[in-house]
C-alpha cells in the first residue's frame, strides 16, 4: 500500500509517496530526494545489504532529520539509499524503523490501512545499532571477580541518549551507555558475580535512543 510521507533534511522538507514495506527492516529513500532535503551520503558510511525486484544489493546508509507519518513526527530515522527500491510514483519503502511506531490494521474491504501509534517511549535500536559499534573486554581478577569492559563508538551525526547493551554468555547482564556524542565512545565497566563463567560472550543492542 502507498502512503504520504513527510521528510525533512538538513535543507528542506518534501511531501512524498511510500511503499509500506511490512518485509523491509529499514525504511529506504532514493538519492534524488535525499538530495532535494539536503542529506550527503558519506563515503564511509555503513552499508547493508537490500533485497530489491532485481535482486540483493548494498545500500549505504544515513540519518535524515524527521519523517511525519500519520501525523506523528519520528526524529532521527535510519534510512538506506537505494535508487532500485524508487519507481515514478513512489521514493522509498517504508520499513520496521517506522511503520514499528504504530498498530497497524489493514481494512482490505475499504482499502484502508489504519496506523495506532504506540505509547511512547519508543526503542530506536533499529535506527541506533548501525551507527554504534560495539566492543567489551572480560577480565577475570585473581580473586575471582570477572568484569566486562563495553565500548560504543557513536558513528553517526546525532548523539545517542542511551543504549542497553548486553552481554551474554552462561547468563545475561545489561551495561547501560549514555550521552555518546557524534564521533565520541562511551563506555562502562559491569562485575559480574564472583566465579561467573563468561570466557565466551556476544554482546548485542538491546534498547536504545537518540
Known amino acids: 500500500m502507498i502512503v504520504p510521507v513527510h521528510v525533512e533534511g538538513p535543507r528542506a522538507g518534501a511531501d512524498?509517496?511510500?511503499?509500506?514495506?511490512?518485509?523491509?527492516t529499514l525504511t529506504t529513500l532514493d538519492p534524488a530526494t535525499l538530495a532535494a532535503i539536503g542529506v550527503q551520503v558519506p563515503p564511509d558510511a555503513p552499508e547493508v545489504t537490500v533485497r530489491t525486484a532485481a535482486g540483493e544489493r548494498q545500500a549505504r546508509l544515513v540519518v535524515i532529520d524527521r519523517l511525519w507519518l500519520?501525523?506523528?513526527e519520528i526524529e532521527g530515522v535510519t534510512v538506506s539509499v537505494c535508487e532500485a527500491c524508487a519507481d515514478g510514483e513512489t521514493v522509498g519503502l517504508l520499513g520496521l524503523n517506522v511503520s514499528g511506531h504504530f498498530?497497524?490494521?489493514?481494512?482490505?474491504?475499504?482499502?484502508?490501512?489504519?496506523?495506532?501509534?504506540?505509547p511512547l517511549p519508543w526503542d530506536r535500536a533499529l535506527d541506533v545499532g548501525p551507527w554504534l559499534m560495539l566492543e567489551a573486554t572480560a577480565t577475570r581478577w585473581e580473586d575471582g571477580r570477572v568484569?566486562?569492559?563495553?565500548?560504543?563508538?557513536?558513528?553517526?551525526?546525532r548523539a545517542v541518549e542511551r543504549a542497553t547493551v548486553a552481554v551474554r554468555c552462561a547468563e545475561s547482564w545489561a551495561a547501560e551507555l549514555e550521552g555518546v556524542a557524534p564521533g565520541e565512545q562511551g563506555t562502562r565497566t559491569i562485575a559480574l558475580p564472583v566465579g561467573a563463567r563468561c570466557e565466551d560472550y556476544v554482546i548485542a543492542l538491546e534498547r536504545a535512543a537518540w
Open 103 to 118: 498498530r497497524t490494521t489493514v481494512d482490505h474491504a475499504r482499502e484502508e490501512l489504519v496506523l495506532e501509534p504506540r
Open 16 to 24: 512524498v509517496s511510500m511503499i509500506f514495506d511490512t518485509g523491509a
Open 70 to 72: 500519520a501525523g506523528v
Open 147 to 157: 568484569e566486562v569492559e563495553v565500548r560504543g563508538r557513536n558513528r553517526s551525526l
